[in-house]
């Protein structure tokens, strides 16, 4: 499994930034791969839901269906998807105050399927999602302090 773990500081409480992170129907406002999310459950958010996710993954389209395994609220956010052809994703989300604003930490871990091509690839795959995970930290940023 390929892992990613990137941090950023926000200029805003942590019960805002948690609630942007699991208001599914705001994803695709900061997740820079996020194309929709569907069937999206009720808010608040709950261990054990399930939704749907269009993503855009170098350059293609790829449905995922998401579990909520983990939910400490407003502190730390989990899930699982599996996508096509055995891709598995784990994506865990923390949110700790630090002074008058928050410390954010994404940690995403994915297996993505592809034999003797993903492994050629992957390398550039790997750079590529982590940009993605900085960009998408970089947006979660801006709309939690200026909306």
């Avoid at 208001?23 to 009720?42: E, G, K, M």
């Avoid at 996508?83 to 598995?88: C, H």
């Avoid at 105050?97 to 992957?122: H, I, Q, R």
């Amino acid at each position: 499994m390929t892992q990613i773990r990137k941090t950023t500081e926000v200029d805003t409480d942590q019960d805002h930034v948690f609630s942007l992170l699991t208001d599914l129907d705001r994803l695709p406002d900061w997740s820079t791969i996020t194309v929709a999310t569907h069937d999206a459950p009720s808010k608040p958010l709950h261990k054990g839901d399930t939704f749907r996710q269009s993503l855009r993954i170098v350059g293609r389209a790829v449905d995922t269906e998401w579990t909520v395994t983990e939910l400490d609220r407003p502190r730390h956010v989990a899930y699982e998807a599996t996508g096509p052809a055995g891709a598995r994703l784990r994506m865990a989300q923390t949110v700790e105050p630090a002074g008058t604003g928050s410390t954010v930490s994404f940690d995403v871990d994915y297996e993505l399927p592809g034999g003797v091509a993903g492994d050629l690839a992957s390398s550039l795959i790997e750079r590529r999602n982590e940009r993605e995970v900085e960009h998408s930290l970089d947006n979660l940023k801006e709309l939690a302090e200026h909306g």
